[in-house]
């Protein structure tokens, strides 16, 4: 993993009910940091990510055991793109779908209604980290004046280098999900 998070420092973050554990699953497809990251750290679930896919079907398949990227797809009367055929979802990020490429644990973004992707996260340790550094820095953008541009500046900007000093793959691309929602939290959108 990219970076070291602690379990109890996840929970503390955004409570136990707000964490979902993924369990092993033998002959699993995952590559094996992920699938033991997913069991034993979890993903957590905010205003911004959930990890819960549709539990109203039961023909979705789930994570470990299939392609849950291609049955999205196919779900949607869309074509999957070839390459990622054997990626399993991890959840939602505002507007996109998440996804893992199993076999190496580089998560991607699909923005809504989209087939193309782009990178997101090294792997989902920095997911994680992105998150909860997104988490602790509502605290701070939600008390800030709406015509404070320059606080909330400071704020962002400071959120961003958090993410960035353990990977710069959700800033990588100025069309990724992360600058888009770090825009609208700077305009003041979720403050």
Known sequence: MLTNIDTSDVVGTFGLTAVTYFPHVQDAHLDRSTANFLATVGLPENTFFSPRLDLEDENLARLAFGASVKVSFEKDGATCPPETVTWEELGGFQYAMVAVDPTDGRIYAFSEGEVDYLPMHTDV?????????????????????????EARDRVVEHMRQEITAVDATPFADDEGEWPSLFE???LGMWG
């Open 125 to 149: 340790s920095s997911l994680v980290h992105s998150l909860a550094v997104l988490e602790k820095g509502k605290a701070q953008y939600k008390g800030i004046d709406r015509d404070d541009d």
């Open 184 to 186: 609208e939290i700077n």
